[in-house]
């Protein structure tokens, strides 16, 4: 999959906030200045090109809708992440972060125990879904 634009990644966490919407609708969620509506409409299509949107169709109008989640997206970010700059490894990134933000120790312990806790409740079928 590939991935988004800055303004492509803009568009996408309004739709999915939104769930759905028309091109007015995002606009209308979009910081000051507001871009023009040509300009988000062509963002929605590329989208839509790149199997991240789909849409309904009301005689001209169309109403987009997100066809990959915001969680897998992320999922898929973080792993092409991970390999491009870690070498794969969660601990080496981690490690980096930790470092770079001078985490304390308890920081350390307090951000293990969320992802030990994530995993114990994850459900099989999320599993089955990863590559």
């Known amino acids: ?73 992320t999922r898929l970010f973080m792993k092409n992440f991970m390999r491009n700059y870690f070498s794969g490894s969660f601990q080496e990134m981690v490690s980096f972060f930790a470092k770079e933000d001078n985490m304390s120790i308890s920081e350390l312990d307090e951000l293990m125990e969320d992802v030990k806790r994530d995993l114990e409740t994850e459900k099989p079928e999320d599993d089955e879904s990863r590559d």
Do not use: C
């Not at 800055?6 to 871009?35: G, R, S, T, Y």
């Not at 790149?50 to 997206?73: C, D, Q």
């Open 1 to 73: 999959m590939k991935e988004l634009t800055k303004a492509e990644e803009q568009v996408m966490q309004l739709l999915w906030k939104l769930e759905k919407a028309f091109v007015k609708d995002v606009i209308e969620k979009m910081p000051e200045p507001k871009p023009a509506y040509n300009t988000v409409s062509t963002i929605v299509r590329i989208l839509e090109k790149k199997g991240f949107v789909g849409h309904n169709a009301y005689g001209k109008t169309h109403e987009y809708f997100p066809l990959i989640s915001r969680k897998e997206y």
